[in-house]
């Protein structure tokens, strides 16, 4: 079983991208507090696609409060310097939009706030996106 679910703030705002086919990807990093030292804090990587990709792009903004349900990936690839890099994320399934911080005004009033985003289908060729 691979499940992950978080609750954090974004700390910036989302990238958008599409890949070759067209379909969107979203990339951003919650700032996620640690359940036993709430002065520590970990900076997850999350990627979501298709509409939910969008409607974050579109909706949520650095500082936003989201809780992420998903699945923890680790890929690894070869930089330009041949050294072995690993990168761990999660892949956005399914997204709430939770309060912001200090930023309700600056969207109108049709934001889905506090709505759940329907999950996200995954993607179905992996070597489309590139990470």
């Given amino acids: 079983m691979n499940i992950a679910i978080l609750v954090g703030r974004l700390t910036s ?6 890949g070759q086919s067209g ?6 990093s919650l700032a996620v507090a640690r359940t036993f030292n709430r002065n520590e804090v970990d900076f ?7 509409k939910t990709a969008e409607l974050i792009a579109e909706y949520l903004r650095k500082g936003n409060k989201a809780g992420v349900q998903g699945e923890i990936r680790v890929s690894s690839y070869e930089n330009s ?8 994320e999660i892949i956005v399934g399914n997204i709430e ?7 309700k005004d600056r969207y109108n009033d049709n ?3 506090g709505a759940e985003v329907e999950k996200t289908s995954k993607p179905s060729d992996d070597d489309e996106f590139p990470f």
């Fill in 23 to 28: 379909k969107a990807f979203a990339k951003f």
């Fill in 44 to 50: 997850i990587n999350c990627v979501a696609f298709g």
């Fill in 97 to 103: 939009f939770l309060e912001s911080k200090g930023t």
């Fill in 81 to 88: 310097e041949g050294q072995k890099i690993r990168r761990t």
């Fill in 13 to 18: 705002d989302p990238e958008l991208k599409y």
């Fill in 111 to 113: 934001q889905p706030s």
